[in-house]
């Protein structure tokens, strides 16, 4: 059965190929020439001369091969490398041809063989000029024969009449035919590049579904390490300072293992959030300042380094994943200060709205650390590094004026009302 609708299948494609435009016309050529030969040898005058009976049906013969040779060649070479004298020499080789028939059988009624060639004609040259020069040649040649063949004048002048109107009816109808070709052509061609558009877009929207993948991976990436890890490691330190505590000063290790109860459920808290709640800031639900705030007091009273907060201008509007970028910063420079701070008693933040942006500097008295050619910033700053280039603004964490270690975020406002991507 599958065998059968493939050639089912190829003889359909075949004759769709086949069976348009120039093509369609060359194969009604075809079949007009073999009937007329047939019709000639069967039907001839018993009176003709053999030499006119063969004569005409060996024209008519060569005039059949000669457009099945013609047709085959132009299927072999590109369309622009045929050149207009070859098609002329085809043209005039299949007029005198057919002349010769019509002179030698008497074809009198073979008018429609004189339409044939013009409608070649004109798919080969044009309508104008050189198909109508073809055109008028061929009915100058007709009226010659038929003169020949004992025509008077008046039928002459009624023979060039109807050849005339004849000849404008075929070159309309061929240039239909043409045009019809050259449109399904066209058709064809734009139904191949909307195919490969297509194709393109469809590899296009898989890539950007694996980069949204990788993305949203790396933000996770972030978020565990800004939230999660902030939290475990102030859970680190109350436990460290209660297993100190818990000989000389119980009272006091009880009180630490109570702060690392809630910050194990911060961390807790802090990974549903990031699970169930992956396009929500910790920031949206209070206004930037107030988390800032209360972010460094709680930082003060966990790690007994004095935190303070300092705000300036009048807060401006931010997007979620500007104030998420900004309350990560805070929480990571201040968790690196108490992890890798050498001597830090003080560490001050100051979030300051100015007319084109908005600047956040997060300092600390520390000593200042001593440099590591080639060293590589941690993954914490990586990820603040991602979030501000994503805004448009600038970060810089080094040794600041005073000493200690200073990070600076600064945003353009114009980039901090849009958001970017996800928050978080």
């Known amino acids: 059965m599958n065998k059968i609708s493939s050639i089912r299948s190829q003889v359909t494609d075949w004759f769709k190929q086949s069976l348009e435009g120039d093509k369609l016309l060359q194969w009604i ?5 073999f009937i007329v030969l047939i019709i000639f040898t069967i039907s001839h005058p018993p009176e003709m001369l053999p030499w006119r009976f063969y004569g005409t049906v060996l024209a008519l013969a060569l005039l059949l091969v000669l457009n099945i040779l013609w047709q085959n060649w132009q299927q072999t070479i590109p369309a622009e490398c045929s050149k207009p004298f070859e098609k002329w020499i085809f043209l005039l080789v299949s007029g005198i041809l057919l002349l010769a028939a019509v002179w030698m059988g008497e074809l009198f009624n073979a008018i429609f063989l004189l339409f044939m060639l013009c409608s070649q004609a004109t798919i080969l040259l044009g309508v104008w000029p050189s198909g109508l020069i073809f055109s008028l040649i061929n009915m100058a040649g007709w009226l010659v024969v038929f003169r020949l063949m004992g025509a008077d004048n008046a039928s002459l002048v009624s023979f060039a009449a109807s050849i005339g109107i004849g000849i404008l009816f075929v070159s309309f109808l061929a240039i239909l035919l043409d045009r019809y070709a050259r449109q399904t052509q066209r058709a064809e061609n734009l139904l191949l590049e909307l195919q490969a558009a297509n194709l393109h877009l469809e590899t296009a929207r898989q890539k950007e579904k694996e980069l949204a993948i990788a993305e949203e991976r790396v933000r996770l990436a972030r978020d565990i390490h800004d939230g999660l890890g902030h939290h475990l490691t102030v859970l680190s330190i109350q436990l460290q300072a209660a297993d100190k505590l818990v000989t000389r000063n119980p009272q006091a290790a009880v009180e630490a293992i109570q702060q690392s109860r809630i910050e194990a459920q911060a961390a807790l808290d802090e990974v549903r959030h990031s699970v169930s709640m992956m396009r929500q800031s910790p920031a949206d639900t209070q206004p930037l300042p107030e988390v ?16 303070t907060f300092e705000l300036n201008g009048s807060p401006s509007e931010l997007s979620s994943f500007s104030r998420q970028t900004l309350f990560r910063t805070v929480q990571e ?92």
């Open 29 to 33: 050529i075809y079949i007009i020439l």
């Open 292 to 307: 800032l705030s209360n972010l460094v007091k709680d930082f003060d009273q966990r790690t007994g380094m004095r935190s």
């Open 333 to 424: 420079s201040l968790t690196n200060a108490y992890k890798h701070g050498k001597g830090v008693r003080e560490i001050h933040v100051l979030l300051e709205y100015l007319p084109g942006s908005v600047r956040l500097v997060v300092q600390d008295d520390g000593q200042a650390a001593t440099a590591v050619p080639d060293r590589q910033p941690g993954y914490g700053l990586v990820g603040l590094q991602e979030r501000v280039d994503q805004l448009g603004g600038h970060i810089q964490s080094g040794p600041g004026l005073t000493g200690g270690f200073e990070v600076e975020v600064s945003i353009p406002l114009q980039e901090g009302i849009h958001d970017p991507g996800s928050a978080g």
